[in-house]
């Protein structure tokens, strides 16, 4: 069964740090773009970063360069969004994603999400 | 203020066909391809249209996408209480060194 699952949500204050991980299992994660999204209470979807299959291209969003970091480990098929300098509007559920092939913003793979809660 | 614009909300009967609109520009839904979610309360977003059209497998062909110009639609035939949810747009767009761009998201209520 293809199946993403994140951890490494939390409670943490303003300014601090967060690292979130996404364990793939069921499909063949080197091969495969992935995207993390967020969606903060009672709003729509925003997506925050993707990384090629290699993690040779990376791209964020505005709100977040700078402060958050994507990476990956493929040999663990692991995918990662370390998250410093933590806001209040950064509180949402963050979801990692699968891209169809060649399709960035098509994702047919997602994860459960997490809950990051930002606040003193 | 979410860079694709979507209609906040929508409603129709049981049975009815219902579509929900998706507007951009030449950056995302102009020059490239756009693709439509599903959300269910608590649940993660599903993929139900990419490419403009086309259907992951597991998908009703109630549902179907359409793109003209940098405007985009999806339509849902014989709706059903189930399809009670919120749906998103969503296209990679050109600008600003490349990102993906969503719609603000638009509740389908069936009455």
């Known amino acids: 069964e293809v199946q993403l699952v994140e951890s490494g949500g939390g409670l943490v204050q303003p300014g601090g740090s967060l690292r979130l991980s996404c364990a793939a299992s069921g499909f063949t994660f080197s091969s495969y773009e992935m995207n993390w999204v967020r969606q903060a209470p009672g709003k729509g979807l925003e997506w925050v970063s993707y990384i090629s299959s290699s993690g040779s291209t990376i791209y964020y969003a505005d709100s977040v360069k700078g402060r958050f970091t994507i990476s990956r480990d493929n040999a663990k098929n692991s995918l990662y969004l370390q998250m410093n300098s933590l806001r209040a509007e950064d509180t949402a559920v963050y979801y990692c994603?699968?891209?169809?092939?060649?399709?960035?913003?098509?994702?047919?793979?997602w994860g459960q999400g997490t809950t990051v809660t930002v606040s003193s | 203020q979410s860079v694709l614009t979507q209609p906040p909300s929508a409603s129709g009967t049981p049975g009815q066909r219902v579509t929900i609109s998706c507007s951009g520009s030449s950056s995302n839904i102009g020059s490239n391809t756009v693709n439509w979610y599903q959300q269910l309360p608590g649940t993660a977003p599903k993929l139900l249209i990419f490419r403009n059209n086309q259907r992951p497998s597991g998908v009703p062909d109630r549902f179907s996408g359409s793109k003209s110009g940098t405007s985009a639609s999806l339509a849902i035939s014989g709706l059903q209480s189930e399809d009670e949810a919120a749906y998103y747009c969503a296209a990679w767009d050109d600008s600003l060194n490349g990102r993906v761009v969503f719609g603000g998201g638009t509740k389908l209520t069936v009455l």
């Open positions: 994603a699968r891209p169809v092939p060649g399709i960035i913003a098509g994702m047919d793979v």
